[in-house]
């Protein structure tokens, strides 16, 4: 009852606020068509101003998001306001709101906090509109859209290591945000994992997080993040306050249904691959094996572009393959891949596709492209994002430079049709 009351006291004082203009969220939202390359260049952590925003997608994206944010200073009361109509910020007239779990991130320095809501109950396929209040201030407003049910046809983003090179970092951001612009069928961003260079260093995630407001369009509209933990997060307790403990705290295996007809599990390399997380994969495939399109998202390679394999060959590539996944995103190599359709260790037309290998700001290594499983595949060097076309005859993967250039596409059938 106290944490509701403390919620409608700041609702009424920053209606009061709303009212004569004095919110002190940040402003430079712009139309897509100004001519300013970044239309949310940079926000100031200062006081309980909302900053380094970000918006997480787990297994329902259809009903349920959170929203994530972080500030300076603890705020006393810290809440999502949000509707399926713009509200220009009058707290007033947003329809719900949602208190946000909060805390101090487990760094000694910086001295920053993390505030969290879950919404949930939300309808798919719809658009939301919100804004992020901790105490008196408030963010500007945003919006995103909610993952559709039924047979849906949608696109996303895939890529992962973002860390190292701020730069190159920033501008594949940059290029998220053009792709997301342009193309409204893009969902969201689904993240292979590496953000930061040692993810126990706040600094370094303040850096990301900063970065990461590049994705927002000029409109408002937030690029919801599906995310995966890398190497360079390892047991990082700050990886699971930024995103939200994602499959659980520590385990951050889960599996993300859009629609019906698309599955995607997303896993994590720096636990055992065997054990409980290979159990839950085998009960996730086998529970879904009517489902046109599954697909997966981890780390570190089963067939790998630079490196040796990682544990998913041993572990999950037998699941994979039993159960007919269609592609397998993998990052941690700092090129970009796409291997031949393998299955029982050799090129098979039935068999698994291996895309990705990280390119969104980390500097490029060279491939080595005599691998047998890159023969009708490609291999390459270019920071790159995949774009993936979810539609019910075909999935459609293209590979798209920093310099918006094409790389690569490929195409695969549903598993059906593939088997004929």
């Known amino acids: 009852m106290k944490r509701h009351a403390n919620i409608l006291v700041a609702l009424l004082v920053l209606a009061v606020a709303a009212t004569i203009g004095v ?11 100004q001519p300013n390359p970044d239309p949310l260049p940079e926000t100031v952590i200062e006081g309980t101003t909302p900053a380094q925003w970000r918006l997480v997608w787990t297994t329902d994206p259809a009903h349920e998001a959170t929203v994530g944010w972080t500030t300076a200073e603890a705020a006393k009361t810290n809440a999502v306001f949000f509707d399926t109509e713009p509200r220009q910020g009058a707290l007033n007239k947003y329809r719900h709101q949602q208190a946000a779990a909060a805390g101090r991130y487990s760094a000694r320095k910086p001295v920053l906090h993390y505030a969290s809501a879950e919404l949930k109950k939300l ?3 719809t658009t939301y509109w919100f ?5 008196e201030s408030v963010s500007r407003e945003f919006y995103f859209i909610t993952a559709p049910e039924g047979d849906a046809e949608f696109k996303f983003l895939y890529g992962g290591d973002s860390r190292s090179y701020r730069e190159p970092r920033r501008e594949m951001n940059r290029r998220l945000r053009a792709l997301f612009t342009q193309d409204p069928e893009i969902l ?3 993240h292979g994992g590496d953000y930061v260079q040692d993810g126990d260093k706040l600094e370094q995630w303040v850096e990301w997080l900063t970065d990461h407001e590049l994705t927002v369009t000029g409109a408002g509209r937030m690029l919801p993040m599906v995310p995966a933990r890398g190497n360079h997060e390892a047991d990082s307790v700050i990886f699971d306050e930024i995103f939200h403990n994602p499959g659980g705290k520590g385990l951050n295996y889960y599996a993300t249904a859009i629609g019906n007809e698309f599955l995607l599990v997303n896993l994590n390399t720096e636990i055992s691959a065997g ?3 290979a159990a839950f994969l085998e009960t996730t495939l086998k529970n879904h094996t009517t489902v046109r399109w599954q697909c997966a998202n981890y780390h570190r390679p089963a067939y790998p572009a630079v490196k040796k394999p990682g544990s998913a060959l041993k572990y999950w590539v037998p699941t994979f393959e039993r159960y007919d996944v269609d592609v397998a995103f993998e990052s ?8 031949c359709a393998i299955r029982d260790g050799k090129p098979d037309a039935t ?5 990705g290998e990280g390119g969104l700001g980390v500097r490029q290594r060279t491939p080595d492209p005599e691998r047998w ?3 009708g595949g490609k291999v390459g060097s270019s920071n790159h994002v995949q774009k993936v076309t979810v539609r019910k005859d075909k999935l459609l993967v293209e590979t798209i430079a920093q310099d918006g250039k094409q790389l690569d596409t490929w195409e695969t059938k549903p598993r059906a049709v593939r088997r004929d």
């Open 123 to 125: 309808k798919p396929g």
């Open 188 to 190: 969201a961003l689904v």
């Open 373 to 375: 499983y890159f023969q």
């Open 23 to 33: 919110l002190t969220g940040p402003t430079g939202l712009s139309d897509e068509k």
């Open 131 to 135: 804004v992020m209040v901790s105490d």
């Open 275 to 277: 054990g409980d997380q």
């Open 351 to 355: 068999g698994v596709t291996y895309i």
């Open 332 to 339: 941690d190599g700092h090129t970009f891949k796409r291997t």
